[in-house]
């Protein structure tokens, strides 16, 4: 975590978030596997701390994937609240499309392919998504609500989507993970963007998962 | 008391299903527009009525909300309908069936688990029926009624990919109204519009339902003939020019002639992409005009 | 009868949890690391009779950290501690010798439970 995490949280707190979110997503992993027939490796979440005006700055700093991209955005809504931002390389969408429409369903209806490689990212990403931020909320006992996720396609747009969530002045948290569909070869970055309204609650709520355990 | 009437007289369908997929609710709208009522289906498996739906990509989602409690979209755009109805009203006349919009979400017994999900199914085929709309309008020239530049634009490159991925042919017309100035000129703007639109007429009459007329410019027009060699679009070309030269055209009594000059490409080895074919089709109908007009090159 | 354990994981957290889940009055002495290499070199100094192994580690992880540890000692009485127990984690976990895998976050139960297969497979290996 980078030395910002210490303005927000105390020493055993960053201890107590890195192991619960190591916990959500490898949760997320297994279950995607086992219940779902989505094989994904989701990397060890790293988590920092941004200055809402730095957004910009970090995602670009992050974000290693050489051309253009496709983000896929989407809300979630509870104690703990942000917005999840997905990121795919452009083409991933034609590799993603031979996974989930193998055995070509929805090539019985007359849908261009744009179209179809669009949605089914946006279906993955929905489930991706989901899954962490699920899992995140079953450890925390928070119940989270969900926005229809939007597809960004443009990177320029990745100025637009940071300003969203954070307000003025304020402090983000940013939990990411690279996240690699073996078979498909397709590799990207999924961001879990939290406000700092969400910290209070986060803080208690880090304490309780711990106090479980007395 | 309150949430049974809601339930009941909303103007959404909403269905509950169990982990096993039966259905435990099923609202007045759904019984309203499936013809299915409540207790036909409420105890029975949602397949057992609609089998079109136990397919991977459903429940895939139904396992991702009843796993990760989170919210699962059915777009109209990708899906068209979850539930075959009859679309309501005049829209019937375009649509085979009810466009829906649908989503699923959680819902969780009072130890907070995931028992069963809900699904909600919306109408939106008046909002599809007005982007069509929208979109023909975008794409369509108002005075001729064929394809404008925009369609061209969103699609030739789609269609070019196409050809190549499937190694099939693409040929391209350069069309342009010889002397369209004079026409204007010598019989009024109203006759240059009545020229422009019988010549559309015209072609359109010549050419397969599977190629697309464009109008490129004022007075420039661009035709795609899929799946034809260069010789045979040259044959199709040199027809239009025919079709067009002769006979004239007769507008409020007067009579005029009207010629085209047509450029023709094809897609090859070297001219594989948007720009040179279209650049290919546009020295060929320079080279026309500097022969004198009323030619193909 | 267990009387030495190791618990490797790089989170201070896990290791803490994984303390409190352990029987209340247990007389068991507890050795760490925080790596995967320190947990082999504290395998080599003490010979736990159980060690807990975490999988995602820095400098070296629970795989490779598992093997060396079954080349020092194939009777090594080792059990992986993690939180994706997909069936292809635990095929690979069980072909380096593990004796079985406990998810993570563990409970007071799992572990009473971890702790007498320990026992038991210990027992094998000195009968």
């Given at each position: 975590?980078?030395?910002?995490?210490?303005?927000?949280?105390?020493?055993?707190?960053?201890?107590?978030?890195?192991?619960?979110?190591?916990?959500?997503?490898?949760?997320?992993?297994?279950?995607?596997?086992?219940?779902?027939?989505?094989?994904?490796?989701?990397?060890?979440?790293?988590?920092?701390?941004?200055?809402?005006?730095?957004?910009?700055?970090?995602?670009?700093?992050?974000?290693?994937?050489?051309?253009?991209?496709?983000?896929?955005?989407?809300?979630?809504?509870?104690?703990?609240?942000?917005?999840?931002?997905?990121?795919?390389?452009?083409?991933?969408?034609?590799?993603?499309?031979?996974?989930?429409?193998?055995?070509?369903?929805?090539?019985?209806?007359?849908?261009?392919?744009?179209?179809?490689?669009?949605?089914?990212?946006?279906?993955?990403?929905?489930?991706?998504?989901?899954?962490?931020?699920?899992?995140?909320?079953?450890?925390?006992?928070?119940?989270?609500?969900?926005?229809?996720?939007?597809?960004?396609?443009?990177?320029?747009?990745?100025?637009?989507?940071?300003?969203?969530?954070?307000?003025?002045?304020?402090?983000?948290?940013?939990?990411?993970?690279?996240?690699?569909?073996?078979?498909?070869?397709?590799?990207?970055?999924?961001?879990?963007?939290?406000?700092?309204?969400?910290?209070?609650?986060?803080?208690?709520?880090?304490?309780?998962?711990?106090?479980?355990?007395? | 008391?309150?949430?049974?009437?809601?339930?009941?007289?909303?103007?959404?369908?909403?269905?509950?299903?169990?982990?096993?997929?039966?259905?435990?609710?099923?609202?007045?709208?759904?019984?309203?527009?499936?013809?299915?009522?409540?207790?036909?289906?409420?105890?029975?498996?949602?397949?057992?009525?609609?089998?079109?739906?136990?397919?991977?990509?459903?429940?895939?989602?139904?396992?991702?909300?009843?796993?990760?409690?989170?919210?699962?979209?059915?777009?109209?755009?990708?899906?068209?309908?979850?539930?075959?109805?009859?679309?309501?009203?005049?829209?019937?006349?375009?649509?085979?069936?009810?466009?829906?919009?649908?989503?699923?979400?959680?819902?969780?017994?009072?130890?907070?688990?995931?028992?069963?999900?809900?699904?909600?199914?919306?109408?939106?085929?008046?909002?599809?029926?007005?982007?069509?709309?929208?979109?023909?309008?975008?794409?369509?020239?108002?005075?001729?009624?064929?394809?404008?530049?925009?369609?061209?634009?969103?699609?030739?490159?789609?269609?070019?990919?196409?050809?190549?991925?499937?190694?099939?042919?693409?040929?391209?017309?350069?069309?342009?109204?010889?002397?369209?100035?004079?026409?204007?000129?010598?019989?009024?703007?109203?006759?240059?519009?009545?020229?422009?639109?019988?010549?559309?007429?015209?072609?359109?009459?010549?050419?397969?339902?599977?190629?697309?007329?464009?109008?490129?410019?004022?007075?420039?027009?661009?035709?795609?003939?899929?799946?034809?060699?260069?010789?045979?679009?040259?044959?199709?070309?040199?027809?239009?020019?025919?079709?067009?030269?002769?006979?004239?055209?007769?507008?409020?009594?007067?009579?005029?002639?009207?010629?085209?000059?047509?450029?023709?490409?094809?897609?090859?080895?070297?001219?594989?992409?948007?720009?040179?074919?279209?650049?290919?089709?546009?020295?060929?109908?320079?080279?026309?005009?500097?022969?004198?007009?009323?030619?193909?090159? | 009868m267990l009387q030495t354990?190791?618990?490797?994981?790089?989170?201070?957290?896990?290791?803490?949890?994984?303390?409190?889940?352990?029987?209340?009055?247990?007389?068991?002495?507890?050795?760490?690391?925080?790596?995967?290499?320190?947990?082999?070199?504290?395998?080599?100094?003490?010979?736990p009779d159980l060690?807990?192994?975490?999988?995602?580690?820095?400098?070296?992880?629970?795989?490779?950290?598992?093997?060396?540890?079954?080349?020092?000692?194939?009777q090594a009485v080792?059990?992986?501690?993690?939180?994706?127990?997909?069936?292809?984690?635990?095929?690979?976990?069980?072909?380096?010798?593990?004796l079985?895998?406990?998810?993570?976050?563990?409970?007071?139960?799992?572990?009473?439970?971890?702790l007498e297969r320990g026992a038991a497979a210990l027992q094998q290996v000195s009968s």
């Open positions: 975590m980078n030395a910002l995490a210490d303005t927000l949280f105390a020493g055993e707190e960053k201890d107590i978030l890195q192991e619960v979110m190591n916990i959500a997503f490898g949760q997320a992993s297994a279950d995607l596997a086992e219940v779902i027939d989505i094989f994904v490796i989701l990397s060890v979440p790293d988590i920092q701390v941004v200055r809402d005006c730095d957004l910009p700055d970090y995602f670009r700093q992050e974000i290693s994937c050489s051309g253009s991209v496709h983000i896929i955005e989407q809300s979630f809504l509870g104690k703990f609240s942000g917005q999840a931002l997905l990121i795919f390389p452009s083409g991933a969408e034609k590799d993603l499309l031979k996974l989930f429409n193998s055995n070509n369903e929805l090539g019985q209806i007359d849908i261009d392919i744009d179209t179809l490689e669009q949605e089914t990212l946006m279906e993955v990403g929905n489930i991706l998504i989901g899954a962490c931020i699920g899992k995140i909320a079953e450890l925390l006992q928070d119940i989270v609500t969900y926005d229809p996720p939007r597809l960004l396609a443009q990177d320029f747009s990745l100025q637009q989507a940071s300003c969203a969530p954070v307000a003025k002045g304020s402090f983000a948290i940013s939990i990411r993970t690279v996240f690699r569909f073996e078979q498909q070869n397709v590799e990207g970055y999924l961001f879990l963007i939290t406000n700092q309204h969400s910290i209070t609650w986060l803080k208690k709520a880090l304490h309780a998962f711990l106090e479980a355990y007395e | 008391m309150i949430f049974a009437q809601i339930f009941d007289t909303i103007n959404t369908g909403l269905v509950v299903l169990d982990r096993q997929m039966v259905v435990h609710y099923w609202n007045r709208w759904m019984a309203l527009h499936s013809h299915i009522q409540s207790s036909a289906i409420v105890g029975h498996n949602l397949f057992d009525f609609f089998p079109d739906l136990n397919r991977p990509h459903f429940l895939r989602n139904c396992k991702s909300v009843l796993t990760f409690g989170n919210f699962c979209f059915f777009s109209q755009k990708l899906h068209h309908y979850l539930f075959p109805m009859a679309p309501v009203g005049s829209l019937a006349d375009h649509f085979d069936h009810m466009q829906q919009s649908c989503a699923m979400g959680p819902l969780r017994n009072a130890s907070d688990e995931i028992e069963m999900l809900y699904l909600s199914v919306q109408d939106v085929t008046e909002v599809v029926s007005y982007q069509r709309k929208l979109m023909q309008l975008n794409q369509t020239d108002q005075l001729t009624g064929v394809y404008n530049r925009n369609y061209m634009e969103a699609h030739l490159a789609k269609e070019i990919e196409r050809c190549k991925r499937f190694n099939h042919d693409l040929s391209l017309l350069m069309i342009d109204v010889d002397l369209f100035k004079s026409i204007n000129d010598t019989y009024g703007h109203p006759c240059g519009d009545y020229a422009l639109k019988a010549i559309t007429q015209r072609i359109n009459s010549q050419i397969r339902k599977t190629d697309a007329l464009i109008r490129y410019g004022g007075d420039e027009f661009c035709c795609i003939l899929t799946e034809t060699s260069c010789q045979a679009a040259y044959k199709v070309a040199e027809q239009l020019r025919q079709t067009i030269a002769a006979p004239p055209f007769t507008f409020q009594g007067s009579q005029f002639n009207a010629t085209i000059s047509v450029g023709v490409a094809s897609l090859d080895q070297q001219d594989c992409d948007l720009e040179s074919l279209l650049k290919k089709a546009d020295d060929a109908l320079y080279r026309a005009k500097q022969a004198g007009r009323n030619t193909v090159t | 354990i190791l618990i490797v994981d790089d989170s201070p957290v896990a290791r803490m949890i994984m303390k409190k889940c352990l029987p209340a009055g247990h007389n068991l002495t507890i050795f760490e690391a925080g790596n995967g290499q320190q947990g082999v070199e504290q395998y080599e100094r003490h010979r060690t807990f192994m975490d999988l995602t580690m820095p400098v070296m992880d629970g795989f490779e950290a598992l093997r060396r540890i079954k080349q020092i000692n194939p080792v059990i992986v501690a993690t939180a994706d127990i997909q069936e292809k984690v635990l095929q690979r976990v069980a072909t380096f010798g593990a079985y895998t406990l998810k993570k976050p563990p409970t007071k139960e799992a572990l009473a439970q971890a």
